[in-house]
């Protein structure tokens, strides 16, 4: 039974951290799971995780990281990209997170 495109695998996830350079730990802390849990995650391989908010969180954790997952789709398997680097993610990141009022700061 094929994936359903929201459905992400074990081998996605690891080759998605791989892909952004994060350690197993920073995607764990930005998940909210645990490091082992992660690791089990990843060791899974082709298994999906349809409804697991675990994986959810892992999913959201790696996209907000700029990875965008691809489906199986049309003969071509599943895999990941960046949509950002890891410079980039991060300077969004905090330009998004520095808090105030958008015109707070700005120069007259």
């Not at 996605?12 to 992660?38: D, F, K, P, Y």
């Not at 996209?63 to 599943?78: C, K, N, P, T």
Request: proline residues 3%; glycine residues 10%.
């Amino acid at each position: 039974m094929p994936f359903k495109k929201t459905e992400i695998s074990g081998r996605q996830i690891a080759a998605a951290r791989l892909l952004t350079g994060i350690s197993r730990a920073e995607l764990a802390r930005a998940a909210e799971i645990s490091v082992a849990m992660l690791k089990e995650l990843e060791a899974s391989g082709s298994v999906s995780f349809p409804g697991k908010k675990k994986v959810a969180a892992v999913r959201k954790a790696l996209e907000d990281f700029g990875v965008i997952f691809l489906f199986e789709e049309r003969g071509a398997g599943a895999g990941v990209r960046l949509k950002f680097t890891r410079l980039d993610a991060k300077q969004i990141g905090r330009l998004e997170n520095e808090g105030g009022l958008v015109a707070e700061d700005d120069v007259p």
